[in-house]
């Protein structure tokens, strides 16, 4: 159990204590029932750790439940640009903590007011109350939205804007019933399905389209090192390895180089 996630119920874990000990003078049973609703409390608030894959092209999900919906979307607030939005349905029997998608800085966070319809209603990401996020990163920003529900009244923000956060990293949560949406790029490889139920910080969503720049470097990370005597070209400079001699010296002529042992 993560203490700061536990702290977020501590008024309502403070009345169903009281209201425990003053059911005990007059009836054990009411107290147990009581007794009961402190444990519930207790699981809703659990905030388990979890798996998360490192791998810098994947995406995971931003938290725990139900994919209800993947739509076309046009990201109006952030991106302005199309969207591929995935939305997730937390019930009040999964873990509400929200989470990274992404490796990336905090640089967008914006609270609207708003009603609490049923989370599972499409028209409640324009119409509930609601909190913007965004991370970015060199190779792509992800916008996620925390949504209240008919039940979920509050929104919990403990990140700030300016923050660097991990894939998987908490950064809020949404107290009881609600929804989760994330908007990814179009060509991202989308790695779930409508009725899907997943992990925050765990399951992966989607898989970032390959770049030139990424191959190039995934290419540079495979090369094999230097053999023996095996010649280099660096800028129109030609040189050889050499184990006998670990720091040759270079003298130029004519834009050729050649060794000379010291």
């Excluded at 970032?208 to 280099?232: D, F, M, N, V, Y």
Aim: charge should be positive; include cysteine; charged fraction near 25%.
């Amino acid at each position: 159990m993560r203490l700061q996630t536990l702290l977020e119920a501590r008024w309502i874990l403070a009345f169903f204590v009281l209201l425990t000990v003053v059911a005990a003078l007059f009836s054990v049973w009411l107290s147990m029932v009581f007794l009961l609703l402190i444990f519930c409390t207790v699981a809703f608030f659990r905030d388990p750790d979890r798996t998360v894959p490192r791998d810098s092209n994947l995406i995971v999900a931003a938290a725990d439940g139900r994919v209800m919906d993947i739509i076309e979307w046009d990201e109006n607030q952030v991106l302005k640009t199309k969207t591929r939005r995935v939305g997730i349905f937390l019930s009040i029997l999964d873990v509400h903590t929200n989470r990274a998608p992404i490796d990336g800085r905090v640089i967008y966070r914006q609270h609207r007011e708003g009603l609490c319809l049923d989370a599972r209603r499409l028209d409640c990401s324009e119409k509930n109350e609601s909190m913007t996020w965004a991370f970015e990163n060199p190779r792509v920003t992800i916008v996620v939205r925390q949504i209240t529900g008919a039940i979920a009244k509050r929104i919990v923000a403990w990140a700030q804007v300016g923050d660097e956060l991990k894939k998987g990293d908490r950064f809020g949560m949404i107290r009881f019933g609600s929804r989760t949406e994330l908007c990814l790029p179009p060509n991202a490889e989308l790695l779930v399905k409508v009725g899907d139920h997943v992990f925050g910080g765990s399951t992966i969503v989607a898989r970032l389209a390959q770049t030139e720049e990424t191959e190039r470097s995934a290419s540079a990370k495979s090369a094999s090192p230097l053999r023996e005597g095996e010649r280099i070209k660096v800028r129109g400079f030609t040189t050889h390895s050499q184990q006998q001699n670990p720091h040759p010296t270079l003298s130029l002529e004519k834009g050729e180089a050649t060794e000379n042992a010291t």
